[in-house]
T-cell receptor
Framework: SQQGEEDPQALSIQEGENATMNCSYK?????LQWYRQNSGRGLVHLIL?????REKHSGRLRVTLDTSKKSSSLLITASRAADTASYFC??????????FGRGTSLIVHP | GAVVSQHPSWVICKSGTSVKIECRSL??????MFWYRQFPKQSLMLMAT?????????EQGVEKDKFLINHASLTLSTLTVTSAHPEDSSFYIC?????????????FGPGTRLTVL
């Protein structure tokens, strides 16, 4: 299976600051997705970036993908208290079954 | 992007009853769907792979008679938790693989929270 590993495991910042989370994976991918999960709630799809893309934006989110390093980063700009959640990356494509890492737990203090 | 839905979003049931959770791919066909389970504050763990028209493949340690999976169509897979017990309380998430594209892209549902009293 292909497991995404997020880094850091936990991140605590002040409202208004930027939050950066990283993700590494092991094999070649077709796409990588980032999801958010609020405590006790379901997964929310944030953004998908394909292997032929290097950067993608969606609102305050910026995702980069470096296939040579097998890594991705998620940047949340001007964070808000409502951004407090766990963030997971998962890669997809090919014949393997993607799995989730432990996620990054982000706490944004108001 | 492709959408995967789950129903119900949450369910509370009594111990000993069975609960069925549906996973649907809304705008694509999926010959393969996957079921995951998430314990509190932990990552998602793969339970089984559901193949349309054939038996599911279960991960080690997952009881196939406990967690019945049916993938009767290209857009629907169901997970039935039989004779549920409080320890089955968890968050169950499905994903579906879009085989129409050469990328075999996979998309995840929002999850179903099961609480067994």
């Amino acid at each position: 299976s292909q497991q995404g590993e997020e880094d850091p495991q936990a991140l605590s910042i002040q409202e208004g600051e930027n939050a950066t989370m990283n993700c590494s994976y092991k094999t070649s991918i077709n796409n990588l997705q980032w999801y958010r999960q609020n405590s006790g709630r379901g997964l929310v799809h944030l953004i998908l970036i394909r292997s032929n893309e290097r950067e993608k934006h969606s609102g305050r989110l910026r995702v980069t993908l470096d296939t040579s390093k097998k890594s991705s980063s998620l940047l949340i700009t001007a964070s808000r208290a409502a951004d407090t959640a766990s963030y997971f990356c998962v890669s997809s494509g090919g014949s393997y079954i993607p799995t989730f890492g432990r996620g990054t737990s982000l706490i944004v203090h108001p | 992007g492709a959408v995967v839905s789950q129903h119900p979003s949450w369910v509370i049931c009594k111990s000993g009853t069975s609960v069925k959770i549906e996973c649907r791919s809304l705008d694509f066909q999926a010959t393969t769907m996957f079921w995951y389970r998430q314990f509190p504050k932990q990552s998602l763990m793969l339970m089984a792979t559901s193949n349309e028209g054939s038996k599911a493949t279960y991960e080690q340690g997952v009881e196939k008679d406990k967690f019945l999976i049916n993938h009767a169509s290209l857009t629907l897979s169901t997970l039935t938790v039989t004779s549920a017990h409080p320890e089955d309380s968890s968050f169950y998430i499905c994903s579906a693989r879009d085989v129409a594209t050469t990328n075999n892209e996979q998309f995840f549902g929002p999850g179903t929270r099961l609480t067994v009293l």
